[in-house]
């Protein structure tokens, strides 16, 4: 019977910013072996600080066919668009 490695999704957080980003994914046997080869894949130029794996089967998403149900609430929320709040004239441009 082909055993298969699980398939982990590989997030990057580059030098210059907080979050991470979603570079790929790699085959690997756990979450250790699985940031060893992200690091050799991915970040070949030092480009990153810090890496996140995840496997994939763990990861949970919405369809974007139930985007209008999932989004629709938030619509009657007005207190959250920006134009809802006075910015004080010495903030300046943002």
Do not use: C
């Not at 997030?11 to 570079?23: A, D, E, L, P």
């Not at 085959?27 to 480009?47: G, L, S």
């Amino acid at each position: 019977m082909k055993h298969e490695w699980p398939l982990w999704e590989v997030f990057i957080r580059g030098q210059h910013g907080m979050s991470h980003r979603h570079v790929g994914s790699l085959h690997a046997p756990d979450a250790e072996m699985a940031i060893k080869n992200a690091r050799d894949v991915y970040t070949r130029r030092n480009e990153g600080v810090s890496i996140w794996v995840v496997e994939a089967n763990n990861i949970a998403a919405s369809s974007p066919g139930d985007k209008g149900p999932l989004y629709e609430p938030s619509e009657s929320k007005v207190y959250r668009h920006p134009t809802f709040f006075d910015i004080p004239e010495e903030v300046g441009a943002m």
